[in-house]
Every structure is written in C-alpha cells, then in structure tokens.
C-alpha cells in the first residue's frame, strides 16, 4: 500500500495545470448508455474513481477504448443490465449507471453504492425520480430493481433535498422518456449544467440550464447523437492548489481554470488577506500580510462547497485566531479533524460546527486518510508542519486527484510516494 511522504517548510513558486473535473466526467461516461454509435469524452482525469466507472461500463458489456485522458464508449453491445455489488460498493457514483440504463432497456439492477464513509447518501431520492417517471422501483436484495413495462413517461419531479447524482440521474431518464418532464429543485453545480449542457447539444429541447427548475423533452426512446466532449476543469482540483498556495503563504498559479466555478472559493481566500491576478484562463494567488481567521458554512453551488471544507480546515491552523466551519451537507466530514490534531492543530467540535484556533505550529507525524477531501487537507497541513510527516492509506487520495505528488513537487513542495 502506497503513502506519501511530505517534508514541511518549504516554500511553493511556480504554476500547475488543473485536471478535468472527475465529478463531470463521471455522469458523461454514464451519458454513454443513451448514446448511440461512439461516444468520445476528452479531458477526462487520470484518477482511480474514473478507471472504476470505465471498468464498470465495461462489465455491461460496452466496447471502451481509454488512452490517457480521451476515452472512447461505444454501448451497442451492452449485454447486461445489472450493475453489481462487487464494483459498485467501491464508489458511490456508481449509481449513476440507473437511469441510462433504465430509460434505454426498461430495466435494470444497480447495487446500493459504497465509496466514501463521510455519511449517509440514501437513494431514496433516486427512486422517487424513476418512480416519478412510471418506473415501478424497488429494493431487493441489496440491489435496486427498476422497471419500466413500456417506457418511461414525463411527469414532474420534485427533489425534497438539492441532490446532484439524483439530478444527473433524472435527466438521464427523462431524456429518453415520452414527453416532458420537469425537475424542480434541481442541483446547479457546473457538473450538472455540463451535462444539461451535453444534452442540449444532442438536440434535446432543454430549458432551465443551471438554474433550480428544469425542463426537457423526451426522445421517446431514440437513442442520442453526440459530439466528442471536453470535460470541464475539476474547480476542487483548483481550489485545493489555491490552498497549498495559501497554507504557505506563497504565490503560485493555476492554469485551466473556470473562474466563476471557483468565485465562492476565492472570495474566502481575499477574504482570509490574499491578493489574485487573473488572466487567460490562468489564476495566480498572491502572499498576504497577515492571515485572517475566517467563518464558513457549507452549502450547495453557488455557495461555498463542502469537498473543500477540509483544506480550509487545514489552512485555518495558519490564521491567527478563532475560525469557525458549519458543515451542513454530511454529517460524517469531520473525520479528519483528529488526524489533523496529531499534527497538532487546535480544533474543538461542537456537532456539526467546527472551531479551530489558528497561529500555532503543527509538527509532523503520522496520519491516516479517511476520505478524498480529508486526505488532500492532510498533504496541506503537512505542507507547512516542522518536519516530515507520512500520510497512509492515499488510496482515498488517488480517487479524485490526478498525479498530485508529481504536481505539488513541481512547485517545489517535498512530497514522496512510497510503499508501506
């Protein structure tokens, strides 16, 4: 098993190219089951939660062909319909194989994902869109069993809770389904809006693109025609190196950016005292005088996002004073926070509200990686603790982060794999 090593106190300089979002490119090659001929997706990151998603459309039977970040999904020979446990239970995404595969064969059997232990994600959200459709749902098993007799019809469906798989999912479903179907209370992240955006290109009369409600017509089961597809920049993947700039206090720049995607991001970092220069999709972080302490409160896009909550949590150990994190999206996200103690961070937890008293000096030592976002917060604080610090189970690490010792060391940070 791999870890990293990270040797402490070094300043960063220079400029790194962010990766294709792995969340976008997760429900484009779920986009595949509702294609026909070839479906190309370019810019796609190297990363272990892409290579699990490709060797699940694999096992349903579909032609891929994956060389280095350009994939190629040709499902006319799908053959299977169900999406089993054995793969499944490695990441939650996973789920969003139901409504393609719904909508295009009528039925379908997907396992109740696994992945990442930072709480509850229930389906159930899910089902109610399919059923919503026409679709008679259940759980049996441990799987979900869907079908739909004849073919799924348009209706409207109303999200209790903001959901942005269970937004992916429905429109999956309903652009395939007789009719139109409305989803109010829809997720608005830019991972969304990529694949609104996809289907809209593919002819589908879509409105509503990137706001709360939409709107889409079927195609009554016609199969898709798409053009080859460019992922959209990971803006977590930014946010992150935004973070290894800004707990060292150093300027360094990002390359391949969306600016709007990362604006909640960069207005807590001016906030904190950091300057910015931007231009040609390039983003640099400028030193600050001082480290302000800072107030955050997690939420849905366009607010500020719960996959960087750790790395703050991270930079706040830097701030001189009281900062305080309200994480509102799940309720296990604070795992790292005693990982980050061992190196010696002040973080006090008063249910879903952290409070951490920023200025001391963390030192190195061993820790443990308990999700994606924690283990990236982890490298951060290493990045700046007195001496070096080893970091286990960086399997979390490799799902979402794309080559991230070899980039942080092209800044100049100390960072090793090894093997245990």
């Known amino acids: 098993m791999d870890y990293l090593e990270v040797q402490g106190g070094h300043s960063l300089s220079g400029e790194v190219e962010i990766s294709g979002a792995k969340n976008s ?17 370019k810019n796609i990151p190297n990363v272990a939660d892409i290579r699990t998603f490709i060797n699940l459309l694999s096992m349903l039977g579909a032609d891929v062909k994956h060389e280095g970040n350009t994939c190629t999904i040709n499902t006319s020979s799908i053959k299977s319909t169900k999406a089993v446990y054995d793969i499944v239970r490695k990441m939650r995404a996973s ?13 379908c059997e997907v396992s109740l994902p696994g992945g990442c232990a930072i ?21 049996y098993g ?7 007799k004849d073919s799924l019809v348009g209706s409207d469906i109303v999200f209790d809770k903001i959901t942005v798989t269970g937004t992916s999912n429905a429109l999956m479903a309903a652009a395939l389904a007789k009719g139109r179907t409305k989803i109010i209370n829809a997720a608005k992240e830019p991972e969304v809006v990529q694949l609104m955006e996809a289907l809209r290109d593919s002819g589908l009369s879509i409105s509503g693109i990137g706001s709360s409600e939409i709107e889409i017509e079927g195609s009554a089961g016609e199969l898709l025609s798409f053009a080859p597809i460019s992922v959209i920049p990971d803006r977590i993947e930014a946010g992150t190196y935004l973070c290894a700039g800004a707990i060292t206090n150093s300027s360094i720049c990002i390359k391949n950016i969306i ?5 909640s991001i960069v207005a807590k970092l001016k906030e904190i005292g950091f300057g910015f220069e931007y231009y040609d999709s390039k983003l640099c972080i400028l ?7 800072f107030r955050i409160t997690t939420t849905e896009y366009p607010g500020f996002p719960t996959d960087m909550q750790a790395q703050f949590m991270a930079l706040s150990t830097q701030c001189k004073g009281a900062s305080f994190i309200k994480e509102t999206l799940f309720e296990n996200r604070f795992m790292h926070v005693n990982e980050l103690q061992r190196l010696g961070a002040n973080i006090a937890i008063d249910g879903n509200i952290a409070q951490i008293e920023g200025g001391g000096e963390l030192i190195g030592a061993d820790v443990m990686a308990t999700d994606l976002r924690a283990s990236s917060a982890l490298v951060l604080a290493s990045l700046v603790a007195r001496g070096v ?3 286990h189970r960086i399997y979390h690490l490799d799902r979402g982060y794309e080559r991230l010792e070899e980039k942080l060391s092209s800044l100049g940070a100390y960072v090793k794999r090894l093997k245990e």
């Open 95 to 107: 789920i969003l194989v139901l409504g393609g595969l719904l909508s295009r064969f009528g039925h």
């Open 259 to 263: 600016y709007e995607h990362i604006d």
């Open 25 to 41: 490119a997760l429900s484009l090659l779920a986009l595949s089951l509702i294609s026909k001929g070839d479906f190309c997706l």
């Open 389 to 391: 610090s080893r970091i």
């Open 287 to 293: 030193p600050a005088r001082n480290l302000n302490p």
């Open 119 to 139: 709480g509850a994600r229930p389906v159930d959200l899910h089902i109610k869109a399919m059923r919503s459709l026409g679709a008679d749902v259940e759980v």
């Open 142 to 148: 441990g799987y979900i069993v869907a079908n739909a």
